[in-house]
C-alpha cells in the first residue's frame, strides 16, 4: 500500500518543515521572526543554504532589504529562500530585475504505488565516503566551487553534516568500471521521508540509473509505513517528470534566491 499521503494542506505543510527541520538540525543557529525564520552558520560561512532568511509569509519588496541588511549584514552576500508561493511568484519578477539569480523548486509527494516491478537489483548500499566522492563530483560541476576549494570543502561538510543527523540511507549503483556511478539518500523522522540527492555521474547517464534509484528509495519508504513520502525537484529541470512517473505529484513550488558578494543590488 502506497503510504498515506496527507491532504494537501496538511501534506504540503508537513514536506516544508521537514525542511525546514532539516536546517535546523546543520545549522549553527536557526531563530523564527514574524516573517519565517534565520539560519545562521558561522562555522560554514561559504554555504547559502545554512546562512539565508527564509519566508513563510508574504513580504513587500520594500521590506525585504532592510530585513535582509538586519539579518545578513556580515555576509559578502544575500540569500533567500521561499517557502510562500504567491510571494516567491512575485519576487522572481522583481528580484530578477535587480540582478539577482534564482533557483525555483517544485515539491512533489507521492500519490501513487511506485512501481515495484521496475529492476532495481542494480541498487546497492553505498558508504559514506563513497557518497561523498560523488557529491564532490556533483556539486565540483558549479565553476565557482571548482574555483574556490575551501568553499567546496564546506558544500561537502554540509552533506555529511546532514547525512548524519538524518540518519540518511545512501543507495548507489556501480557503472561500468566497478565504481559508484550514481547516488540518491532517503531521509526519515520515521512518519516523514525525503527522498534527495539524486545524481548519476555524465558517463553513465540514460542506463535508467536515476529510475531506478528514486524508486528504489521511495518502495523502502513505503514499506517502512511512512506517513508521507516527498521529493523536491528543479521546477525548470527534466527530472521532475521522471518523479510524476514514479508516482510524486507537485504540490507548491518554492524559491532560493542568490545575490552577492556586493549587497543589495539597485
Do not use: C
Amino acid at each position: 500500500m502506497v503510504a498515506r499521503a496527507s491532504g494537501g494542506d496538511q501534506g504540503l505543510a508537513r514536506a516544508l518543515a521537514f525542511e525546514r527541520e532539516s536546517i535546523a538540525l546543520i545549522a549553527d543557529r536557526m531563530s523564527a521572526i514574524p516573517e519565517g525564520w534565520v539560519a545562521r552558520t558561522p562555522s560554514l560561512p561559504a554555504v547559502w543554504d545554512l546562512n539565508h532568511v527564509g519566508l513563510t509569509e508574504p513580504v513587500a519588496l520594500a521590506e525585504l532589504e532592510p530585513l535582509l541588511e538586519r539579518e545578513l549584514s556580515d555576509l559578502p552576500y544575500r540569500h533567500l529562500v521561499v517557502q510562500h508561493e504567491p510571494t516567491g511568484e512575485r519576487l522572481e519578477r522583481e528580484l530578477l530585475a535587480r540582478g539577482w539569480k534564482y533557483e525555483r523548486n517544485v515539491v512533489m509527494v507521492l500519490r501513487r504505488e511506485p512501481d515495484r516491478g521496475l529492476d532495481a537489483s542494480a541498487v546497492i548500499e553505498a558508504d559514506e565516503a563513497g557518497g561523498l566522492e560523488l557529491m564532490r563530483q556533483w556539486t565540483g560541476e558549479s565553476k565557482e566551487l571548482r574555483e574556490d576549494p575551501a568553499a567546496h570543502r564546506q558544500v561537502l561538510e554540509t552533506s555529511r553534516r546532514i547525512w548524519e543527523r538524518r540518519g540518511a540511507q545512501r543507495l548507489g549503483v556501480l557503472g561500468r568500471d566497478g565504481a559508484l556511478a550514481g547516488i540518491t539518500v532517503l531521509f526519515s523522522d520515521g512518519e516523514v521521508a525525503q527522498v534527495e540527492d539524486v545524481y548519476v555521474v555524465p558517463g553513465e547517464r540514460g542506463r535508467g540509473f536515476g529510475r531506478a534509484l528514486v524508486t528504489r528509495a521511495t518502495v523502502m519508504a513505503v514499506q517502512a509505513g511512512h506517513e508521507l513520502v516527498f521529493i523536491v525537484g528543479d521546477d525548470r529541470g527534466w527530472p521532475k517528470q521522471l518523479y510524476a512517473e514514479i508516482g510524486f505529484e507537485p504540490v507548491t513550488r518554492t524559491w532560493d534566491f542568490h545575490l552577492g558578494p556586493g549587497g543589495w543590488s539597485d
